[in-house]
């Protein structure tokens, strides 16, 4: 074993696609990377409430009253108190009837299909879905087709012929965190409802940041009250903290409880983490202003980009990539940016299709408009270092 695994190491460096740890210490809009101090434009903590004094306090607080750990699974005798505050919490936000909370977005995304989609259904998955979506399908063991990004016409044409028997699934990220381009959710809701699908959204990078108190995309386009619409999000990027939920009505909640084994076979959540959740769903209603400054922000990053002639794709998020092309030369200009100042990671097949290797720059409200023009300053000097513009 170890001959071959070595042999596939040796592989994935010769192809400038091995990855490795590296120390980094967050703190606001800078890290601290191998020592070196940065701009982080590689975080997901998009409304910069990850090292917010009260999210801290309210775990410290928490893990004073509770312990460190919760010493058991919920359905043992880990479901401490702050699970219900932290859950009534997410109802009243997300306006919806019941809510659960999963130890990550990983774990919820293959819980909810896994539980849900049973191998003789049929799923209809967008290619760019992340890698906790693809997962959770496979293991539901249902019939897979994957429709090319976005593309309402062929995701129609593979509905139209599929058998009008078999139970079918529209499976998609909200926003795709590759690309920081939106699904098009009012038109899936459409097909949803021609074709008697059911439609699962993963809200992982667009809670917090859309919808009018953050709640996510499904809110920002008025769709929170549709049927047969199943919503997971996470607290683990905007919200600044840990942990993952899915809302709907009482009888999902109570099937997932029932089934999800992502769910069932592992211990809770510490109470720290809950009680950080419940701060971080208050205080993303309770201030606006900080999505109103993420969206600014992002705004002046990707239009100064464009007008330097580097291709953005279709981003309309905080995550604006800048699309390289071959693995060698999207490393070489991670390198120049971190020599740089800038915290900026490239992005190598298989995470992203093959010729498309990217920076993945990702924009905080935490940051500053004066951070915003240095880094594109510092992204136009690397780009054409590396012959990317002129």
């Known amino acids: 074993m170890k001959t071959e695994l070595t042999a596939q190491l040796l592989e994935w460096e010769q192809k400038a696609q091995k990855r490795q740890l590296r120390r980094a210490e967050a703190s606001g809009a800078s890290v601290m990377l191998d020592g070196k ?16 004094r009260r999210l801290i306090e309210a775990g410290c607080e928490a893990m004073r009253t509770y312990g460190a750990g919760a010493g058991a699974s919920r359905l043992v005798v880990g479901n401490h108190p702050l699970y219900e505050r932290a ?6 936000w997300k306006r919806a009837e019941a809510a659960l909370i999963f130890n990550s977005g990983y774990t919820a995304n293959i819980g909810v299909l896994t539980a849900l989609v049973g191998r003789d259904d049929l799923v209809f ?15 539901s063991k249902a019939a897979c087709f994957c429709y090319r990004h976005n593309d309402i016409d062929q995701l129609e044409s593979l509905l ?18 590759m690309d920081g381009d939106l699904a098009p959710l009012p038109k899936l809701v459409e097909l949803k409802r021609r074709y008697r699908a059911m439609l699962i959204v993963d809200e992982a990078h667009s809670g917090g940041v859309f919808g009018p108190n953050g709640e996510g995309l499904l809110h920002h386009f008025g769709l929170e009250k549709e049927e047969d619409v199943i919503a997971i999000g996470t607290f683990s990027k905007a919200l600044g903290s840990f942990g993952a939920y899915v809302t709907g009505e009482p009888w999902l909640v109570d099937y997932l409880i029932n089934s999800a084994r992502s769910f069932i076979f592992t211990t809770a959540l510490p109470p720290a983490v809950l009680a950080a959740n419940e701060a971080a769903i208050h205080i993303v209603q309770s201030e606006p202003k900080r999505r109103e400054r993420l ?17 953005t794709g279709g981003s309309e998020t905080p ?8 693995n060698d030369q999207a490393v070489a200009m991670s390198e120049l940016l971190q020599e740089a100042g800038l915290a900026a990671i490239a992005i190598r097949p298989p995470t992203v299709p093959e ?15 004066e951070d915003i023009d240095m880094a594109v300053d510092r ?12």
Do not use: C
């Not at 701009?39 to 910069?48: D, E, K, R, T, V």
């Not at 859950?87 to 009243?92: F, V």
């Not at 998955?125 to 293991?139: F, K, P, Q, V």
């Open 37 to 52: 101090p940065m701009l982080n434009l590689a975080s997901n903590n998009y409304l910069g409430l990850a090292d917010d």
């Open 295 to 311: 969206h600014a922000l992002s705004e002046q990053f990707r239009t100064k980009l464009k007008q330097l002639g580097f291709d």
């Open 355 to 369: 010729g498309t290797a990217r920076i993945r720059f990702s924009i905080t409200a935490a940051m500053t408009e």
């Open 379 to 390: 992204i136009a000097w690397a780009g054409r270092q590396i012959g990317l513009i002129s």
């Open 160 to 177: 139209k012929q599929s058998p009008p028997d078999k139970r079918k699934w529209i499976v998609t990220d909200a926003v795709f965190s």
């Open 87 to 92: 859950e009534a919490a997410l109802k009243q």
């Open 319 to 326: 995550i604006v990539p800048v699309i390289v092309g071959p």
């Open 125 to 139: 998955s967008d290619e760019l879905n992340h890698a906790s979506l693809i997962d959770g399908i496979r293991l």
